[in-house]
């Protein structure tokens, strides 16, 4: 068979191989149904219809979706879409075996010691500490050299996985806003030349195209304050933000309360934004609602406001004691005072508080893959931790969203309207936090998946006030590539923001390899057979030169006499036709 042949036969399955895998990668939230939730209507908050609307919700989600993208807009969409991103967690040179020194370290050593270029009593010890250093070769060396050789290429590939959930949904979803939870580099010990080296890789790779909340965006709680943008109207502002990546501090960026110093924290600010702020947006409504908003002199009996959604970038890293810099660990407690200092009444509508944040909030054993966790430091100091403590977590419940388990206390204890998001666990987990105000005996805080909570009835059951938490799966490959997509929405009729969320993951990074190898043997193979049929169709016998090869070199032929009488004469004789003499 001639290598056109071959190639012919191989690329009728190679092609169409590599054209549907890759059509799938690129289009992969479109085969998967991701899209943003479309905001429920408040009558289908009976149980019946609920159901049904829940069964429903992804199809007419991926449909207004598809209708973006022909008409260019949708009337349905939520004002607010955040593609939420958990722990990419880039590693560098750190990872790499034989970072930092010679591949063949073991060879050299082996070459000096014969050269006589090293100090040994005896021949005899030379020659052994020769020999070990070559079986070394073959036992450290090699193996070394080839593990990180893979790990070199695999961190290349990483950075453009990454890079090719964030585009791909950005593209495809439509998100009004961007974060990423934390944990945006793989290590909190790395010097400042591989710190600055990976958050190249994080704005040039993986995330090229996005930028860093600026500074005078990323605003102190105070009760004066600008609006960072209005939600559902198209400007400038809202194209800025779709921009933007809000991002989140995470262990491995400046550290836990133990490790975390001014230094690391500097270090981060200056590459990616502010570790602790607050954003306002405000959604504007129509004027026949303007008239029930609450106004000193006109309506001084409204419980309404106008609509809001607060984001809070916390910091929690260093909630937790002992930390190593007490100063800090101050100013974290102090912006997180202020932000309840500076939220609205309790009594109110009309607000939502989203608050983003790394470490999860305190969970008993069994809720979710992480159980509670702490280490600390010989010298004092926390060393690590799978969730902020118990007492850390109710700062976060009954401080900044005003939940309280006394039926008396303001609004009744019910609290603000809002969500949690955060990363640090890998596997994620999403959670209801209530704390049921019938009880007799002391009441405590309790946690349930947020399935289980709603076969229950918990959300929104009276008397039982309560908050959700998501924690958004990690977009590492190893953990399929995920992507948590929040969508929050203003009903008009209750005067309250609602919200719900979805996950959307690409796969594991073996198939983001697979497709783009594939790819790449078929454009090979491509190559190389037009490169035959240009051969053919220039008159190169390729069918005969294959022929050739295959029977091996000719040998020439000498010139051949022909069949004369003369020849006859010398043709051989039987014994039978012999004369007798």
């Not at 001639?2 to 549907?20: E, I, M, Q, Y």
């Not at 009976?46 to 829940?54: D, F, H, L, R």
């Not at 990323?218 to 943008?229: H, N, Q, R, T, V």
Request: with cysteine; aromatic share 12%; glycine share 8%.
């Amino acid at each position: 068979m001639s290598p056109a042949t071959l190639l012919r036969n191989v690329l009728r399955v190679l092609v169409p191989l590599a054209v549907a895998s890759t059509f799938y990668l690129y289009l992969y939230p479109v085969f998967l149904g991701c899209a943003f939730p479309l905001p429920q209507p408040a009558s289908e908050t009976e149980p019946n219809i609920a159901a049904t609307a829940t069964a429903t919700a992804p199809a007419a989600a991926f449909q207004d979706t598809l209708r973006q993208h022909i008409l260019s807009s949708s009337s349905n969409a939520a004002p607010f879409r955040l593609l939420a991103l958990g722990d990419p967690q880039l590693e560098g040179d750190t990872s790499i075996p034989n970072h930092n020194r010679e591949a063949f370290l073991h060879l050299t050593w082996a070459i000096r010691h014969l050269t006589f270029k090293t100090e040994q009593p005896s021949l005899r010890k030379r020659l052994r500490q020769a020999t070990h250093d070559l079986v070394d070769v073959f036992f450290d060396d090699i193996p070394d050299t080839l593990e990180s050789i893979r790990k070199r290429i695999d961190l290349f590939g990483n950075d453009f996985y990454l890079a090719h959930i964030y585009r791909t949904l950005r593209w495809w979803a439509k998100p009004t806003h961007v974060t990423v939870l934390g944990d945006l580099l793989g290590s909190q010990w790395i010097k400042e030349k591989e710190f600055e080296r990976r958050s190249w890789r994080y704005w040039n790779r993986s995330f090229k195209g996005g930028e860093r909340v600026p500074d005078e965006v990323a605003a102190y709680p105070s009760d004066e304050y600008e609006l960072a943008g209005l939600l559902g109207v198209e400007d400038g502002n809202a194209t800025a933000w779709r921009r933007r990546i809000i991002n989140v501090a995470g262990n491995h960026d400046i550290g836990y309360a133990g490790d975390l110093t001014v230094e690391r924290l500097e270090r981060f600010e200056r590459a990616f934004g502010k570790a602790a702020y607050e954003l306002r947006f405000e959604l504007p409504i129509t004027s026949q609602a303007n008239a029930t908003i609450y106004d000193a002199d006109e309506k001084p009996d409204s419980n309404r406001l106008p609509p809001e959604l607060r984001v809070v970038n916390v910091n929690n890293m260093n909630l937790d004691t002992p930390a190593a810099d007490q100063g800090l660990q101050d100013k974290t407690y102090g912006f997180v005072n202020d932000v309840i200092n500076t939220a609205s009444a309790v009594e109110y509508l009309g607000h939502f508080t989203l608050v983003l944040t790394h470490m999860p909030l305190y969970k008993p054993e069994g809720v979710c893959v992480d159980a509670p966790y702490f280490n600390f430091h010989a010298g004092g100091g926390v060393k690590e931790q799978n969730q902020l403590s118990a007492d850390a977590s109710r700062g976060f419940l009954e401080g900044i969203f005003g939940l309280s388990g006394d039926p008396n206390a303001p609004g009744q204890g019910k609290g603000r309207r809002g969500v949690v998001l955060n990363g640090h666990d890998h596997e994620g987990c999403d959670t209801y936090h209530y704390i049921n105000q019938t009880e007799d005996e002391e009441r405590q805080w309790r946690v349930a998946r947020w399935e289980a909570a709603r076969a229950e009835n918990l959300p929104g059951r009276p008397g039982v006030p309560g908050l959700r938490e998501i924690t958004v799966r990690s977009m590492m490959g190893g953990f399929g590539g995920n992507a948590g997509l929040l969508s929050v929405w203003f009903d008009e009729a209750t005067w309250e923001w609602k919200f719900e969320f979805a996950n959307c993951a690409l796969g594991r990074q073996y198939f983001w390899w697979f497709v783009h190898i594939i790819d790449l043997i078929a454009l090979v193979f491509s190559a190389v057979y037009g490169v035959l049929q240009v051969a053919a169709a220039a008159g190169f016998d390729i069918e005969e030169w294959q022929t050739s090869k295959a029977a091996g070199p000719r040998v020439p032929a000498g010139p051949r006499m022909p069949a004369t009488q003369d020849a006859q004469k010398h043709a051989p004789v039987g014994n039978g036709d012999t004369k007798k003499g």
